[in-house]
């Protein structure tokens, strides 16, 4: 998987901000969701895969329209492993929001208050991962590897976020 070797390339590249423990706090992060939500962990990595879709083409939207210097500051700002409501708002209008619910809600059975309730902290945790390959000297900018990989994914399912997430718990219990 080309996003996953990436993410590990920029863990041994002092110039990118990954690190083990930085991967190590998104599964945590997706880790704690599931069991805050009680989905099991298909569940919750099916939904990473959808908004890992949405993500990626919103992010591609923003990068046909304001370069990439502005994609990476929208993944700097909204990345993390904290629920943040504004990364939704940043990323989505009203319908797209709605389709993206509806898309996981059709995938994984689950109602759309509960997908709702769950997307402050998805949204962010996709690009905390996207965030792996940021400049460590200028986060804000510059070239991400990571960012680059996930946005010229040409849709053939190279690039999951949820697989990409399963691969890194693996790699981390199994370095």
Same mark, same amino acid.
């Given at each position: 998987m080309k996003l996953f070797d990436q993410i590990v390339s920029a863990i041994s590249n002092p110039t990118q901000?990954?690190?083990?423990?930085?991967?190590?706090?998104?599964?945590?992060?997706?880790?704690?969701?599931?069991?805050t939500y009680?989905?099991?962990?298909?569940? +919750?990595?099916?939904?990473? &895969? *959808? =908004? #890992?879709?949405f993500v990626r083409s919103s992010l591609q939207e923003k990068r046909a329209t304001g370069? +990439?210097?502005?994609?990476? &500051? *929208? =993944? #700097?700002?909204?990345?993390?492993?904290?629920a943040n409501s504004q990364a939704i708002a940043a990323l989505f209008s009203v319908p797209q929001l709605n389709e993206m619910i509806t898309a996981i809600a059709s995938r994984t059975g689950l109602d759309s208050q509960q997908i709702q309730s769950m997307l402050p902290l998805l949204i962010?945790?996709?690009?905390?991962?996207?965030q792996?390959?940021?400049?460590?000297?200028?986060?804000?900018?510059?070239?991400?590897?990571?960012?680059?990989?996930?946005?010229?994914?040409?849709?053939?399912?190279?690039?999951?976020?949820?697989?990409?997430?399963?691969?890194?718990?693996?790699?981390?219990?199994n370095p």
């Open positions: 901000e990954a690190s083990t423990n930085q991967i190590g706090s998104v599964i945590n992060a997706v880790q704690q969701l599931s069991q009680h989905t099991d962990p298909g569940t +919750t990595q099916s939904m990473l &895969s *959808v =908004v #890992s879709h370069g +990439t210097d502005l994609v990476q &500051s *929208v =993944v #700097s700002q909204f990345s993390g492993t904290s962010p945790v996709v690009l905390q991962l996207l792996t390959g940021a400049s460590s000297e200028n986060p804000q900018t510059g070239s991400n590897p990571v960012l680059n990989q996930f946005l010229d994914a040409n849709n053939d399912g190279e690039v999951n976020i949820g697989d990409a997430i399963q691969l890194a718990s693996r790699f981390l219990t």
